[in-house]
T-cell receptor
Framework: AQSVAQPEDQVNVAEGNPLTVKCTYSVSGNPYLFWYVQYPNRGLQFLLKYITGDNLVKGSYGFEAEFNKSQTSFHLKKPSALVSDSALYFCAVRSLSGGYQKVTFGTGTKLQVIP | ETGVTQSPTHLIKTRGQQVTLRCSSQSGHNTVSWYQQALGQGPQFIFQYYREEENGRGNFPPRFSGLQFPNYSSELNVNALELDDSALYLC?????????????FGPGTRLTVT
């Protein structure tokens, strides 16, 4: 069974400082990994994904994520946080099982950027 | 380009009743997925439809069923509603079934079961 863990319910960071939101995963086969952001009372928005290739992937709004196969991690990063980055962040993994698609999201990490 | 739309926005139902939620996929997208997001939780995958056939399903009982229409819009039906079905239901579309595609989410339907 596949799983996604986001070990931190909340991350607080000062504006202008670098931020990291952690994600680890477990999946059979090659991982298809995604980060989404959710603003209050809104649906999820896609940030970035890792499919194959470079371990460092870049996405929207200056976010990037580092894929680490040996540690089965896919941490979200940003060099300089903005107050407007405050939101709920979800890591997700997709896979095929018996020809059927499955998607698993983590429980989410609330990012609070302090002015 | 029209994004993913869902209706209704909010819904209140009584335990034991049936409910139908609707979703229009983003223009050009032929694959639709449904998720249940309980308060304070991550989205839970219910199922996915491609060309009117279910091609993915999470751990939800058969009383959760769906349809996809030729125009790629979709419905989520829930029978015999339970209090625990209270949640935000999200619809997401993508341009195909490849695992590499990101999904585009609608704003959701807030279902309250009393």
């Amino acid at each position: 069974a596949q799983s996604v863990a986001q070990p931190e319910d909340q991350v607080n960071v000062a504006e202008g400082n670098p931020l990291t939101v952690k994600c680890t995963y477990s999946v059979s086969g090659n991982p298809y990994l995604f980060w989404y952001v959710q603003y209050p009372n809104r649906g999820l928005q896609f940030l970035l994904k890792y499919i194959t290739g470079d371990n460092l992937v870049k996405g929207s709004y200056g976010f990037e994520a580092e894929f680490n196969k040996s540690q089965t991690s896919f941490h979200l990063k940003k060099p300089s946080a903005l107050v407007s980055d405050s939101a709920l962040y979800f890591c997700a993994v997709r896979s095929l099982s018996g020809g059927y698609q499955k998607v698993t999201f983590g429980t989410g990490t609330k990012l609070q950027v302090i002015p | 380009e029209t994004g993913v739309t869902q209706s209704p926005t909010h819904l209140i139902k009584t335990r034991g009743q049936q409910v139908t939620l609707r979703c229009s996929s983003q223009s050009g997208h032929n694959t639709v997925s449904w998720y249940q997001q309980a308060l304070g939780q991550g989205p839970q995958f219910i199922f996915q439809y491609y060309r009117e056939e279910e091609n993915g399903r999470g751990n939800f009982p058969p009383r959760f069923s769906g349809l996809q229409f030729p125009n790629y819009s979709s419905e989520l039906n829930v029978n015999a509603l339970e209090l625990d079905d209270s949640a935000l239901y999200l619809c997401a579309s993508s341009p195909g079934t490849s695992l590499s595609y990101e999904q585009y989410f609608g704003p959701g339907t807030r279902l309250t079961v009393t």
